[in-house]
């Protein structure tokens, strides 16, 4: 497929245009665009709750129309998930060190972040910028290619440190998710 963006850009339109189902599609997703634009100024809980309900209907309605996609998407993710603890991607783990660095100056400079989950979140970070420093170092030492997966996976310590490091992120990950979590049913229920 060989189209050009403009090419690409006119056959979504020829679709949209080609079918009533098409412009019905579009005139759906136009009223929830000006639906959600609108409640911003009125922020009105009621029209927030329809649209949420709106989106899960639709995903929930995909779900039971075609359960074979979704087990096959469902499947390919996991797969997928295990295939990069088993065999981390050394590109992947770059990206996961600019995401690192991306929190460590979020947290820097947040005035919202608590002082305890500062201290959690440096320690984590500090933590897996040792170890992907390690792997940097263990590479360069033994003349290994960065990004020739292969050889760097015969070494045991390689393997090991992306291995863990991505254990960490994991682990600073559940944390954070149930970190907020209890803030925000603490808040909830300490105002009742």
Do not use: H
Request: net charge positive.
């Amino acid at each position: 497929m060989n189209l050009s963006i403009l090419d690409k850009i006119t056959s979504i339109l020829k679709y949209i245009f080609s079918s009533f189902l098409g412009i019905e599609m579009l005139i759906f997703s136009l009223l929830l665009l000006t639906i959600l634009i609108y409640n911003i100024k009125t922020k009105r809980k009621f029209v927030e709750i329809i649209v949420i309900g709106l989106y899960i209907g639709i995903l929930i309605g995909l779900i039971c129309a075609y359960p074979t996609y979704t087990k096959s998407c469902i499947d390919t993710l996991i797969k997928s998930i295990m295939s990069y603890i088993y065999f981390p991607s050394t590109v992947a783990y770059f990206f996961i060190m600019l995401f690192i660095t991306t929190f460590i100056f979020i947290t820097y400079f947040s005035k919202k972040i608590s002082d305890f989950k500062r201290i959690i979140n440096y320690i984590f970070f500090t933590s897996i910028y040792f170890m992907f420093l390690s792997f940097v170092a263990i590479a360069t030492y033994n003349g290994i290619n960065l990004s020739d997966t292969v050889l760097l996976y015969r070494y045991d310590v390689i393997l090991s440190i992306v291995q863990m490091s991505n254990l960490l992120l994991l682990i600073w990950i559940l944390f954070t998710i149930f970190y907020y979590l209890y803030n925000y049913f603490k808040k909830k229920y300490d105002k009742e």
